[in-house]
């Protein structure tokens, strides 16, 4: 499959009342978004948008990681 096709997982991830489990998909996500090469291209912008929520997340260690995995882009 595609890299992108994995999304929806990590949409339900990002949703879980849990903020361990909200924390490990940001990150899982950041390791994918940081990941140079042209398969990810169609990843990267898919994910974004759920990168920039989970910046308004409750947890501050959930923001912070967000934000981190945005800059990677910057």
Known sequence: ?????FCGSF???LEDEHEM???AAVKAISKMFCWPGGAMDAFKWRALPFLLDSTQDEAESVRIVAMN???CVL
């Open 1 to 5: 499959k595609a890299p992108w096709e």
């Open 11 to 13: 949409i339900i991830a």
């Open 21 to 23: 489990v909200r924390k």
């Open 69 to 71: 995995s945005i800059a």
